[in-house]
């Protein structure tokens, strides 16, 4: 499955959570994506890419460790079934609204956490989900600064 369906099965998904494990679940769903589109940007994505696509994995994984995994099995793991990244600019952009849906679906989970364990695991992911987004948006930055010719954006001055 392309990079742009998984996304929109993801943000289809969240919006459709509606119990808080439910949400986790679907939080850990995009940070996979993010953690395999990072890895297949980082191999076979635009050279200038590729240092902020290894940083997106990692932090991808990073974002998934931090959450209890679920038990859905190799086949319910969408990123499992990435083919294909297609439109690169278009993939960044859908994985930047979705992590950006992802961070506000975490506040709320966190808002409404009983146990101070959840709460503090629900930070976390906030933060790698908000790191890996700021990944997302320096390569969205490169890329449109190839496009128009200009040099390429200073990293230390763009990701964190």
Do not use: F, K, N, T
Not at 28 to 47: D, E, F, H, N, S
Not at 65 to 89: K, M, N, Q, T
Request: aromatic share 2%; proline share 5%; hydrophobic share 45%.
């Amino acid at each position: 499955m392309d990079a742009m369906r998984l996304i929109e099965a993801s943000r289809r998904a969240l919006e459709r959570s509606q119990e808080p494990a439910d949400i986790v679940v679907e939080v850990w769903q995009a940070q996979a994506i993010a953690q395999a589109i990072g890895a297949r940007l980082a191999v076979a994505g635009p050279p200038e890419l590729r240092g902020e696509a290894l940083g997106l994995s990692e932090l991808g994984g990073r974002g998934c460790g931090v959450l209890d995994p679920p038990s859905l099995g190799v086949e319910g793991i969408r990123a499992a079934r990435l083919s294909e990244v297609g439109d690169v600019p278009a993939v960044l952009h859908g994985l930047d609204l979705l992590l950006g849906e992802v961070g506000i679906a975490l506040v709320a989970v966190a808002m409404g956490a009983d146990e101070e364990g959840a709460y503090w695991q629900c930070v976390e992911a906030i933060d790698a989900a908000d790191e890996s987004r700021d990944r997302v948006l320096e390569m969205m930055r490169r890329l449109e600064a190839r496009e128009q010719g200009l040099p390429e954006p200073d990293s230390a001055a763009g990701s964190s």
